[in-house]
């Protein structure tokens, strides 16, 4: 089991960047794939990009390729998120979510056992 911890999120104008932390407990951290998901008001929790144990393989939505890199430490069993060119309708609650790697990258949310509380984004104009 893991339990996860998000940090990192904040008030931004469009153009700016934050960086995502997601700390994890336990032993086993490098087992995992991790996710990051977001959610905004009144839409369903959506994918936006996820990572393998080994972060050798990383997965995007479309709508944040090229601004977005997902990445890990297992050393200190952390997963971030740099978001770069941020845009207001990247506004949205962010969660991390985390996996048992089974050598597929999942982007659905039910595919995922474990997740965070999230963290705020909000991105003015």
């Known amino acids: 089991q893991v339990q996860l911890v998000e940090s990192g999120g904040g008030l931004v104008q469009a153009g700016g960047s934050l960086r995502l932390s997601c700390a994890a407990s336990?032993?086993?951290?490098?087992?995992?794939?991790m996710g990051w998901f977001r959610q905004a008001p009144g839409k369903e929790r959506e994918f936006v990009a996820a990572?393998?144990?080994?972060?050798?393989?990383?997965y995007y939505t479309d709508s944040v390729k090229g601004r977005f890199t997902i990445s890990r430490d297992n050393a200190k069993n952390t997963v971030y998120l740099q978001m770069n060119s941020l845009k207001p309708e990247d506004t949205a609650v962010y969660y991390c979510?985390?996996?048992?790697?089974?050598?597929?990258?999942?982007?659905?949310?039910?595919?995922?056992?474990?997740w965070g509380q999230g963290t705020q984004v909000t991105v003015s104009s």
């Open positions: 979510a985390a996996r048992i790697d089974s050598g597929i990258i999942y982007s659905l949310p039910r595919n995922y056992a474990y």
């Open positions: 990572l393998s144990w080994s972060g050798g393989n990383t």
């Open positions: 336990g032993r086993t951290f490098s087992s995992y794939a």
